[in-house]
């Protein structure tokens, strides 16, 4: 494993030029022999919206992937993914990704089934399940996409294989892991068991603001990254893009534990030239959940969180009556018994304020305030 991470400037979602770069990119930093062997791609599936919304790794870049990993020999390409209240197979072909998997000689993995898969080095996890997939490929990449995010405040290569855990199961974890600092230990652990092998970032157009992961805004960065370090691609995309990486837990977490890095200064670009690929631009999300700490007693951080962190609010005007954010509530406080059975949070006090609901929501009917 290296500290290198691979830029390449691409403007625009033309397959060739996407084949190319990524070809660039695999040159100048490898990723493992995939000769006879079987490779899992893991792109990015919020929820089937189309390409130009951001919301998914871009079809094109999968297809490309795709394409980059059969010329290599790959025995199998297999691309799989878990949304949280969406059939897999059906959200793919929505998007366009199931057509480019299969016309560039791969096969779409619909995750339905788990499989526990041991994790002796975790901190707070050591077993997870995961996607049985997961245990018939010798290789695993990470296909992400470069977006804010309210509860994590920036998510791309680790955050995604959060997905190798199936449907709702992924909203659980939020009410097993309520603190954020605990929930960034249970990614670094996730990714410590998933172990990827290589991850490639859709940059190109990215999502900023206050609505990201799932309904922000697009926003054009002109780039694809790659690497056989997932800590080292997230961090330097992140700082590409405004972010201090110490600022977002789990990527501080990670770097603690020494196991991809020890410090930044260890991790190297080749190719495009950072500052090619920098946007002052990209808004990025500053943590939304502060903590003052567990020597803190527990009413003063009651009443800061009361103050300072975000909490739903639910329009019944742009509500769809659809249902998601009620399955995917982790502590079941949503019902559709609001005014003309909409959707409702019923016990504000009780909100966990991972904010799952905000995420899954597709239709832009559910805010983030502070009062």
Known sequence: MTKTVALQKCSEYVFDDVYS?????MELVPPPDVKDKVVLIKPNILYPKRPELAVCTHPV?????VKAFVRRGAALVMVGESPAVSNSTTSAKLTGMYDQVVYNGGMWADFHKSVPIACPDGVCVKQFEFATQFTEADIVVS????KS?????????MKNLFGLVVGLSKAQKHYQFPEKEDFGNFLVDLNIAADADYAIMDAIVGM???????SGDPIKLGFLAASDNILALDWKCASLVGYDPFRIIYLRLAMERGIWLN?????????AMEIECQNTNFRIVKDPSPTLGKMVPKWVDFLAKKVFVKTPRFSATRCKSCGRCEQICPA???NMEGRNGTAQLTDRSKCLHCFCCHEICSFGAIKLRRF
């Open 21 to 25: 770069c990524i070809e660039k990119m």
């Open 263 to 271: 410090t930044p200064g260890e991790i190297s670009t080749v190719g």
């Open 149 to 157: 995010h309210q509860l994590m405040s920036y998510t791309g290569a």
């Open 143 to 146: 296909l992400c996409k470069l």
């Open 208 to 214: 900023d603001g206050p609505g990201g992961p799932g």
């Open 61 to 65: 870049v999968v297809g490309a992937a």
């Open 332 to 334: 079941h406080l949503i």
